[in-house]
């Protein structure tokens, strides 16, 4: 196993490393950028479980030029998922709950990619798109009505984080009265390690075995009586006369609500957040909606990395950039680092919808076979937002610093004053 080495201190595999300032992980990141680059080679971190009762792992080496995740990511024959995607070793409690397709590899993920593309069809995201349009007009004029009453608003809690969460509800069929238990358990399951959500084994396990029974029933219901969502049309779908067991589609309802709903609702927070602090660029936004809108929605994407990382484990020695992999190490990317390579995005941390190449950040997958089936449906859920938000509370602005959740794996934020006039 290789010693441990790291730069500025930077200990990745702490939750302390994630509490800092992100001007100081922009910092330590530009700095292990530098040492991959032209010193020597990769970092190698030691591993720290984040939850109480969790399991410490054996280390990994952190990818974080954008060069390096990009091979990583594409080399699928040598780069396995199958054993996680985060950081920390995965407790074998919750490997029944997590173990959909962003955990396959091929042949068995192509296969099943294949079968849940089904339910992903041009007219089923065309009918969600309308979802879209309506849902932010409605929870807009929501928060306009409460804000007239004298009650402080919470941009999470009122514009970013119910549209992601109610769009999913949609497609998944869930009826409005449960939205709120689905909430709940994404942010234990993507809060774990901070305190206001997750902070031992059991919580999670609890968390994630309640998701996941839900969602089975939920599938054997549509199974036997299907409706009109993708839940129904998941059931009944077949590739080589195989159907997803309900205790596949238990997996992949938590894939789909926790990726579906925590990435958009982070993005439609960070990008409000910079689109306040950088005034001029929300001037040219709105002013050029139409025009700008999609390459404003990857430049958020790009600049927030809801997504901080993803691992893979090595099937065999190989070598990346000049770093020697034995077979069996882990190896992080850090999507954070990658999108703010100075190489790729001069000047990264600075935000800039204007940028040429900004379609080209990894995010969704950063490309490769693991990319996400619902990246159009996150760009329109971002566009859809700030439209809605334009055009009927036009001084809307946040007002203070956001409250931001302690994750090495989503950049996330929990609260988020804002006011506008009514």
């Not at 798109?129 to 409605?138: D, G, L, M, N, T």
């Not at 929870?139 to 514009?159: C, H, N």
């Not at 549209?163 to 709120?180: H, K, T």
């Amino acid at each position: 196993m290789p010693e441990y080495r790291t730069v500025l201190d930077a200990h990745l595999g702490d939750n302390e490393f994630w509490m800092k300032s992100l001007d100081e992980r922009d910092e330590a990141f530009a700095a292990m950028r530098h040492e991959s680059k032209h010193g020597d080679g990769m970092c190698f971190h030691e591993e720290i479980s984040t939850i109480e009762g969790g399991v410490t792992g054996p280390g990994f080496w952190s990818a974080v030029t954008y060069d390096d995740i990009k091979e990583v990511n594409r080399k699928a024959d040598v780069f396995s998922s199958a054993s996680g995607i985060t950081l920390g070793e995965q407790p074998p409690e919750t490997l029944e709950f997590f173990g959909s397709m962003i955990v396959m590899d091929n042949p068995r993920h192509a296969k099943f990619r294949m079968l849940v593309q089904k339910g992903f069809t041009p007219k089923t995201v065309a009918a969600i798109e309308e979802s879209v349009r309506v849902r932010a007009k409605s929870l807009v004029e929501a928060a306009k009505e409460k804000a007239a009453t004298g009650a402080p608003i919470d941009f999470v809690e009122s514009f970013a984080a119910p549209l992601p969460l109610q769009i999913i509800c949609d497609m998944l069929g869930v009826p409005p009265e449960d939205e709120q238990q689905i909430f709940d358990w994404t942010n234990i399951i993507l809060g774990a390690g901070d305190p206001d959500f997750t902070l031992d084994l059991d919580g999670l396990i609890l968390g994630a075995a309640g998701m996941f029974d839900y969602a089975q029933q939920l599938g054997e219901s549509r199974l036997s009586k299907p409706t009109d969502d993708i839940a129904s049309i998941l059931m009944h779908a077949e590739v080589d006369g195989q159907r997803l067991t309900p205790e596949e589609f238990g997996s992949f309802f938590i894939l789909l609500a926790v990726a579906g709903n925590e990435t958009t609702r982070n993005a439609i927070s960070w990008g409000m957040h910079q689109l306040t602090h950088n005034p001029d660029q929300r001037e040219l936004l709105r002013n050029n909606f139409d025009e700008m809108s999609l390459t404003a929605a990857d430049e958020i994407v790009r600049w927030a990395s809801p997504v901080i990382h993803m691992r893979r484990v090595a099937n065999h020695d190989v070598e990346i950039g000049n770093t020697a992999i034995a077979a069996g190490e882990k190896v992080v990317m850090w999507y954070w680092s990658g999108n703010r390579d100075e190489a790729v995005y001069p000047d990264g941390h600075r935000f800039d919808i204007t940028r040429p190449n900004t379609k080209d950040m990894e995010g969704y997958g950063a490309g490769g076979p693991h990319f996400c089936l619902g990246a159009n449906l996150a760009r329109r859920e971002i566009q859809v937002m700030y439209d809605e938000i334009f055009r009927q509370l036009p001084d809307l602005e946040i007002t203070g610093e956001p409250d931001r959740l302690v994750s090495g794996f989503i950049n996330g934020i929990k609260r988020m004053p804002c006011e506008f006039s009514v």
